[in-house]
């Protein structure tokens, strides 16, 4: 039987196409969805398939002629006296090294070779020999080893096969252990500084110190002393210094404050009846600061800063069981009554021990307000993972030279030495001297609305 | 208030279908029955043959209709009778749901909740006691919560039917109605991605969640005078609680992994390979997985027992690794 191979219609808007080439010639066989022949249309090219197998009988165009749609262009004759060819050896689309149809299709590409199997050349390793005098650590102890300089033959293991464990450790150095002495020092640092900078409230860094902080000596106590154990606060509170300490190079800087303008602001508020504190004016005034030094309002992670988004402030506040340090979240937008209010809030709540963990985390930055009783000035420890704290001295009345009307002229004046910590891995000491006098000329412009 | 675990969800269910008119419940058997262990006993009487729909015996129907009905602002939860059967909604769930927010460049979203009782330990046989949170722990856009107390059984369900997310619920059968709990009268939430300290301990952490929770914190307890473990309830298992789980291995510097899913896949291996990637400096031995072995959890009682994790195994880990 005959049957005819027609231009098809691609395409709704087409009505006419170009045959470009014939694949076959008269007398060939062909398979069912062979390609036969190229066409090209105002819309697209493609291979006409033949919907038949068979033998070509008639090719009825020619290579370049246009024919109207529906045209017979080719016959191809399915009844044989032989047996039909198989199939080609390639198929007409090969998924392997051709990809799938459509815009994915890599057809220049060669195909990818599989890797190749390799047998290994040498024979496998034998098992290490039993530990004998060799001493296998794990990574932690390493570390300890390298941070303490401690040399582990000098003690004891108590884990499988000898193996000195962290806890041997920590052991050893708390028994008074031979550490070396530049590790002493961190440590010793931490303990005696007088600030009560804050413990903060998220967890360290990744790059943060160990957790606990062995103690250099054994404090054996004598008759009528009296031994206070940690509380857990207070562990947390130990723990904190310490890593920050070890984590952060500090560097301290100091403005000296002129807060007459606060204080006159204070005063009018007192009349109203409103008690102010200064801390208030603090936050507003270093929160307007963070705005312009943004590299000051961020918090360290593994070896990235992360600039933060919203300015949430974290103060410290003295409780019962110890320093607490709960977060005035979006301080840059609160005024300065309502961030009163919510330092006023925490004061209280501090008092009767209900502030909640959520109200802890979160603190871009910190400002420190140790209270005034002859506290000139102190180096406060940076709130981890903040790369800064201010630290609020004693405001007392000092003469101080101005200027007046172009003559120098002694005034008294209600002054405050302010301390910035800042965390110099990450802040440089322009950033860090810029923003501590914004902050000062911030308090001394005197705009609290 | 004492309530079962199986009643804290029904409760907030409940609570949250008053709250709510959005709140939908979807599932076989779900109305006219209460659920077939009574999960949802009396929601439709009270709120509507419109709300609490029994559907036909087909998960991928109820999970495409589901996210169907969260694009048109309900609110559904899709309860699977048994969550094994979740793999018959798979496609629903990976592709569809758990794709939308994506697919459509965050403007819109999916919440919906898929509940249903997963886990062993009551010889259901191998249809009746799996626990498929790995299948779903691969698949982004996916929020996936495991409570262990009636406490956060209800207010993981309030925070997942809240969430514009697909939760994943993984209720646990054998807790149903073993578990009593005083929870409080007044309404709670438990947000999703934080994990909880269930003991304090310095010498070595056994993270955790669902089921081993009670069998781990007990082995803990028994064993306090010879090691002093911490125990960390994962709750939700994506995204998970990172913060809590480096805090505490740079504390003790071992770790523990104890789920009830299958070894070989389990979640427990993402969380051992992060900690050895990312505290490896903290570790003071290799970070150790318990977990189902890797077969099917067989009928028999014996049989179960012997491939499900319980407290002697439990115990025998943490003596290995504390040793170590």
Redesign the interface.
Known sequence: MLVDIVMPQLGESVVEGVVVKWLVAVGDLVVKDQPIVEISTDKVDAEIPSPVAGRVAQLLAKPGETVPILTVVARIETSLGTALPAPEGKPPWDEETEGFPGHMARKTEPPIPAPPRVEPTAPPPPPPPPLSGRMRITPVVARMTAEYGIDLSGIAGTGIDGRVTRKDVEEYLASGGKSAAKTAEPVAAAAPTPSKAPAPAPPPAPAAAPAAAPAAKTAAPAEGDQVVPWTPIRKKIAEHMVASKHTSPHVHTFAEVDMRKAAAHRAIAKKEGVNLTYLPFLIQAAARALREFPAMNALVAGESTVLKKDIHISVGVDTEKGLLVPVVRHADKKSLAELAKAVDDFGARGRTGKISPDELTGGTFTISNPGSKGNLFGTPIINQPQVGILRMGQIVKRAVVVDAGGEDAIVIRPMMYLCLAYDHRVIDGVAGNGFLYRVREILEAGDFS | MLVTYIEAIRQAMDEEMARDKNVMLLGEDVGILGGAFKASQGLQEKHGSDRVVDTPISESLIIGAGVGLAVQGMRPILEMQFIDFISCGFDQIVNSAATLRYRHGGQTACPIVIRGPSGGGVHGGLYHSQNPEAWFFHVPGLKIVAPATAYDAKGLMKSAIRDDDPVLYFEHKFLYRRIKEEIPQEEFLVPIGKAALRKEGR?LTVITYSSPVHAVVKAARDMASEVDIEVIDLRTLLPIDW??I??SV??T?KVLIVHEARLTGGIGGEIAARIGQ?C??????PVMRLAARDTHTPFAPAMEEYVLPNQDKITEAIRKLA??
């Open positions: 010498d913060g809590t480096k805090a740079r504390k510097g990312e490896f400096e903290d570790l003071d031995g040793a170590y």
